[in-house]
């Protein structure tokens, strides 16, 4: 048994952008995720710590992202980490990490 499965709670770094593969669409955005910094028993200060993660999400969740889902906002999100690969034109291998998200829920929507 394997389980491929990733909970973030996190901010929206960008609003989302909309593309359409063969009429389906799909929502790209970062998420930043934060560990809050402390002090260590001996004293030593341990800063905070911003994880990024690009987040994808099809269908009607791409719909929903594109009408709600603003820089700033607060998400909630359950889903799967897939790792692609490719060339670039310059010919350098590239590999990135995403989130395909299975759900999400808005927290709460940035202040204007």
Do not use: C
């Not at 389980?3 to 952008?17: C, F, R």
């Amino acid at each position: 048994m394997s389980v491929n499965k990733v909970i973030l709670v996190g901010n929206v770094g960008q609003d989302p952008e909309i593309r359409y593969v063969e009429k389906r669409p799909v929502a790209e955005m970062s998420l930043a995720t934060t560990e809050r910094g402390y002090r260590t028993s001996s004293g030593v200060d341990i800063p905070e710590r911003t994880e990024w993660h690009r987040l994808i999400m099809w269908d009607s969740a791409a719909d929903t992202a594109e009408k709600y889902i603003r820089k700033g906002t607060k998400l909630f999100v359950e889903g799967k980490l897939r790792t692609r690969t490719w060339v670039d034109r310059a010919g350098v291998a590239r590999k990135v990490t995403e989130i395909y998200v299975d759900n999400f829920d808005i927290l709460s929507r940035p202040q204007t």
